[in-house]
């Protein structure tokens, strides 16, 4: 088969990390975020590692929508930590999402990219991450205070301390293919809205 | 009424959007919205967030609803078109919405590059399930307004109020 040209000149170490074991470790309490999680593979091991919890609300769809969810959020609850976490394709979708970020940068805020340069839900083609493109650099070049690029299981602590800390940031974690942590959750959006706000704001 | 400071139905929007609770107001710049992003800039309990794309602030809405705040996405007629299937969130997941659309491609428009979008922007927004409001004349402002306002949150549905050119005045070319 017939394959795309890597992009001259970029020089990655290869990824090696199992998403699996990999975003476990870094958001290891996911029940002390309100999340969103982009489509697909992100939201599937998010509601897996709270089971379908009411503080995660993860797409199905609306691709690209993710990032700017998780900016109105955060910018209408300053006191919760916000996280939003999502996968290299949704992210390049509406990439431009990172520089309205930047700009609000609010210090509630985490942004995780689960980077595996492919998209996982269509038939593994290569994405332009998987060619060269850095969307760590972007991130950087958006303005986006702290950005942290994640290769190595070692690396992972630096990870969770960022996370802890304030401050908007952004964390590339680099990832091999491969599926995601996947249990049942619901699909029905509205049900999933409804849930959400039901647990944060009891309305 | 128009001043320097710009028309008196534009401020008049604002102060109801704000008695409404609004505090995340989003916006693709456009000089129909002059006012609105002006007040929005100087008002210390808004947050005034411009976007790169108009998807970007239905997103952004939504995000607000879950967090139990309410907001409105500011854009011309062209960017309506840019929103298409991320309003598949909004319908899918039944959040209130709220979107204040300037009309480019309508009365007395000079630029032919603005008439496709412009002619579709009423269809695209009811094909995606978003109830359309019209002002053509100052009085028509905050009676429409009012009446988004309840449709979108003592409802929950999502709606577009557009602002005629013949209301905003046609650019000159």
Redesign the interface.
Same mark, same amino acid.
């Given at each position: 088969m017939a394959q795309l040209k890597r992009i001259a000149g970029v020089n990655q170490p290869p990824a090696t990390l199992d998403r699996r074991e990999a975003v476990p470790a870094l958001i290891e309490r996911p029940a002390d975020w309100?999340v969103?999680a982009g489509l697909a593979g992100t939201a599937q091991e998010l509601c897996a590692m709270t089971d379908d919890g009411p503080n995660v609300?993860g797409?199905g769809? =609306?691709?690209?929508?993710?990032?700017?969810?998780?900016? #109105?959020? =955060?910018?209408? @609850?300053p006191t919760?930590r916000v996280l939003g976490i999502t996968g290299d394709g949704e992210l390049l979708m509406?990439v431009?999402?990172l520089?309205?970020i930047a700009?609000?940068a609010p210090a509630n805020l985490k942004l995780v990219c689960v980077d595996n340069g492919h998209y996982g839900e269509t038939g593994n083609q290569d994405s332009h991450t998987g060619l060269g493109v850095q969307l760590d650099r972007v991130a950087s070049g958006f303005g986006i205070p702290t950005v942290l690029t994640i290769n190595t299981m070692a690396e992972i602590e630096e990870g969770r301390r960022i996370l802890a800390a304030p401050g908007l940031a952004f964390i590339l974690l680099r990832v091999k293919e491969g599926p995601a942590l996947k249990k049942p959750r619901s699909l029905r959006?509205?049900v999933?809205?409804d849930r959400?706000?039901a647990a944060?704001?009891g309305? | 009424m128009t001043t320097p400071d710009g028309p008196a139905w534009a401020h008049a929007m604002y102060d109801a959007l704000r008695a409404q609770g609004v505090? @995340?107001i989003a916006y693709v710049p456009d000089a129909g919205h002059r006012v609105m992003i002006d007040r929005s800039l100087a008002d210390p309990d808004v947050?005034s967030?411009?976007?790169?794309?108009e998807?970007?602030?239905?997103?952004?809405?939504? !995000?607000?609803?879950?967090? !139990? =705040?309410r #907001?409105v996405l500011l854009m011309q007629s062209s960017g309506v078109g840019n929103c298409i299937?991320?309003l598949?969130?909004t319908a #899918?997941?039944?959040?209130p919405f709220l979107t204040v659309v300037s009309m480019r491609g309508d009365f007395g428009e000079g630029n032919p590059w603005q008439f496709p979008m412009g002619r579709a922007t009423q269809a695209v927004l009811e094909a995606m399930g978003v109830a359309v409001l019209r002002c053509d004349a100052p009085e028509d402002v905050m009676p429409t307004i009012q009446a988004a306002c309840t449709m979108a949150w003592g409802s929950g549905e999502a709606v577009a109020v557009l602002l005629g050119q013949r209301l905003l005045g046609a650019k000159k070319f």
């Open positions: 309100l969103v609300f797409l769809g =609306a691709m690209g929508a993710g990032p700017m969810m998780a900016l #109105g959020l =955060a910018l209408s @609850q919760r509406n431009g999402a520089a309205t700009l609000m959006p509205h999933v809205r959400f706000r944060l704001l309305a | 505090t @995340q947050h967030i411009p976007l790169t794309t998807e970007e602030g239905v997103a952004l809405l939504a !995000g607000a609803d879950l967090g !139990g =705040a #907001g299937n991320m598949s969130l #899918g997941s039944r959040f």
